[in-house]
């Protein structure tokens, strides 16, 4: 089994509810649940990490950098730590300490299940060497290259980890990093580096079938005349408003930089801005040219206005920072104040949108004319995709494998699709947009015959992707985006339950593995125990038993181990066929 190990101390709760158990407490939305940790909290977690070592699996010879810190509304503190092995980074090494709420050792998190260890650091291959291997491998263009410990195949080995550009890539602005053994030259793996919201497999299955995208869009918009929100010095913020192709026409804080003069920034929210690439694709967001005028009022509501992707790009990144910060308490999408970026009219006919952690930023295309005909900036698009930035600054799942078209397969992978689905529909619920009605749908406005990509109440109804309703052994080798529907269909029956049901303007009808029905707790507590369960609780290899194990304890963390909340989230797992009976005992 893939998955996160996970250790407590002698005196802690049971190995199946992943960590100890303290007094429930309450997290309520917008609450201190991620609050960063202190420099005390880090030397202690680093201290705790070395004196357990039985536990995290930390070496003599290994060093500890922390990538995230966190500290509860109960007291709990959380350190997650990427480790080096003699100053070489490890892959597959992710770790997270837990303290207690008076700083003391209360278990870990980790990845990678062996201990590391290598004769020697020294590698028989050159960078170029490994360079060259790796850019002949998918037939792409070789950038950065690093020398590493791939920790992730389950033994240690040296490896150079090369970025690639081009070639195989899925599409065009996808990268990857390819894997290549520093001291025998073989191609140990291809991972990529961007998530895209439009799968290969989906791809191949339209034009496949012939089918085509066409998005149901309304009457055009018109911006409304804004004011011109002078101020005596500059920049400053102001008040504008945009007309979407996708949500109609919104409101926007921009920045004024003169007295005629405004920009598609956004001071109050950690300076988010949307810019163009033009065209091209961009490595880096500062090569995209921002978007200006003197009237602080953007778009025409249709895509023949280049302005008009822009704001639905913004619209979305800001609201994706909103849901976030006014949900959970996390600032910013790496929690750091910082406010997300995007780069609209990204490449030549790239029909698709990512995150990418290369440029830190969200990328869209303006659709390839023939299956997607406007550009990929729909609400939900931006809400799943900037998800998989708090993903990559948290857990960071990873994919079994990746096969040469870019499909990517396995549990963790499945679930960082699901995990953007959940959140990006409930950043859908808390936008609560008149043009785009909340539900739990993803892709609804793309205009699929289908009516929508995939969904959470019943994952099946799915037949572009094949996504399933429940797990069985084969999930360790599905297709992420068909084994996501594992977890999405748990979060929803933990949320509003089984059965039918409207929401909204939405009717659902969500069936259970055994024919038991599920009574639902809530979206806002799903989602506080969902969101815990990601941040505290969840590693670069968990899999679907791992995270039922993660969210069984960060509902003991909000609400007691007793609580009915607990029970339900039991409950809605056991629905979807993942329980404690049926979890793998040894390792694929």
Known sequence: MAGGAVAAPATGMARSTATTTNTAATARPGSAASQVAGADVLRAARSAAVAHAKDTGVGPQETLTVKDSLVDPEGKRHVRFERAYKGVPVVGGDLVVHLDAKGRYAGATRAARHQVALKSVKPELTERQAAAKAAEAVKGTAGRTELVVDATGGTSVLAYRVTVTGGHAAEKGALRAVTVDAVSGKVLATTPLTDAFISPKLKDTLRAKGRTAAPRLGAAATPRTAGSGAAATYPAQANGN????????????????????????????????????????????????????????????????????????????????????????????????????????????????????????MLYGDGDGETFKQPLVALDVTGHELTHGVISATADFQPTRVDAQGNQFGEAGSLNESFADIFGTGMEFRTNNAANPPNYLLGEKLGLDQQFLRRLDKPSLDKLEGTVDYWDADSYDREVHAGSGVSSHAFYLLAEGSGKKTIGKFSYDSPTYDGRSVTGIGRDKAEQIFYRALTRYMVSTSDFHDAR???????????????????AVDRAWAAVNVTEANTPSAQH
Do not use: M
């Open 242 to 361: 945009g007309a979407s192709i996708f949500v109609g026409t919104v409101p926007l804080i921009t920045t004024q930089t003169a007295r005629s003069t405004f920009t598609l920034k956004d001071l109050s929210r950690g300076s988010a801005e949307t810019r163009t690439a033009g065209g091209q694709e961009l490595e880096t967001f500062t090569q995209g040219k921002a978007f200006t005028n003197s009237t602080n009022r953007w778009g025409n509501g249709t895509a023949s206005d280049p302005t008009t992707a822009a704001v639905d790009a913004q619209f979305g990144v800001t609201s994706t920072f909103d849901y976030y910060k006014g949900t959970f308490g996390r600032n910013g999408i790496k929690n750091d104040g910082v406010g997300p970026r995007a780069l609209v009219h990204f490449g030549n006919k790239v029909g698709n949108a990512f995150w990418s952690p290369d440029c830190w930023c």
């Open 549 to 567: 194990k993660a969210t069984l304890q960060a509902a003991a963390d909000i609400h007691g181990a007793g609580s009915a909340e607990y029970q």
